[in-house]
């Protein structure tokens, strides 16, 4: 699959208009909402994701995106978006039930039932909202209609089977130094994630998405590993709303074309959770006390 090339003065123009990274300080300092992609079917799962979507399989008795929402409240981010789809209804009924398995509660019945719920737990204040994104549709889709709900931009994206270390601060700091449109931050291999060209100053030249049958072997380089940083225009302006699309596709290289990609190099832990096989070394790890991505205190 053959990197597009695209030429859009007239929008290149328009975004360098719309580079605003926050209008305060306040806003500047403050950490960014997260929109989190977990609406896909997890097909290589096989039987494991019949019947829970991927992100909501357990590591250490917790589902894969509670580990990813706890890696970036780690960084102060605590207002999430989730763009479900797939099995929707199973991370619905997570959330609404949260709180009672979370810990100790006084139920009152009758005609006026309470709840209360004992003592502290880490999620205290997280603000979860649960964007219904289809059945079918592809991340750039889902990514769209869930950005309506996001309280303020910048955002962060990430994907809800990748498990990392990624020190969100520091991407956040990167993303706001170079003042373009999207960030997207790229570690080494494996093969089958996208592949990113870099000029020397991290500016993306063409970004290749998962090219499996022409691309058997990793290539010299970075791939994307998602935990991407979003301005508004970067989803207004090249996002289509009248058709469904992947991110990683035609968005992602437009956005490259134009100049308006920047990456993130990140030189730690990181994993997809694609098989059962990865799902299983995950477990391992987190069952040994040596989990890479737990950057959290518990």
């Not at 058997?216 to 991407?228: C, H, K, Q, R």
Request: negative net charge; glycine residues 8%.
């Amino acid at each position: 699959m053959e990197s597009l090339q695209i030429s859009r003065p007239a929008r290149v123009a328009a975004a360098a208009a719309d580079r605003v990274v926050s209008e305060s300080r306040a806003e500047i300092e403050a950490a960014p909402p997260a929109v989190l992609l977990c609406g896909g079917a997890g097909q290589r799962m096989g039987d494991l994701a019949a019947a829970v979507p991927k992100p909501m399989l357990t590591v250490g008795g917790t589902p894969l995106l509670m580990h990813i929402m706890h890696t970036l409240a780690t960084h102060g981010s605590d207002e999430f978006v989730l763009a479900i789809g797939h099995l929707g209804n199973v991370v619905k009924d997570f959330f609404l039930q949260f709180q009672a398995y979370a810990g100790d509660f006084t139920i009152r019945l009758g005609r006026q039932p309470s709840v209360a719920v004992h003592g502290d737990f880490p999620e205290e204040g997280w603000q979860v909202t649960c964007a219904d994104t289809g059945e079918q549709a592809g991340t750039g889709t889902r990514l769209r209609a869930a950005a309506r709900l996001v309280p303020r931009w910048p955002i962060v994206v990430a994907y809800g089977d990748v498990l990392a270390d990624v020190d969100v601060g520091r991407l956040m700091k990167y993303h706001r130094a170079h003042g373009r449109l999207a960030t997207v931050t790229a570690a080494a291999p494996p093969a089958r994630f996208g592949h990113l060209a870099l000029t020397d100053d991290h500016r993306v030249s063409r970004f290749d998405e998962k090219r499996l049958a022409e691309q058997p072997a990793a290539e010299a380089g970075l791939v994307s590993i998602g935990f991407f940083v979003l301005e508004k225009a970067a989803v207004e302006r090249y996002i289509p709303a009248d058709r469904d699309v992947m991110f990683e596709e035609d968005p992602i290289r437009e956005l490259a074309a134009d100049g308006e990609l920047m990456a993130y190099r990140h030189d730690g832990y990181w994993q997809p959770i694609d098989t059962p096989k990865e799902l299983a070394t995950a477990r391992g790890e987190w069952d040994s006390g040596n989990a890479p991505w737990k950057v959290w205190q518990t």
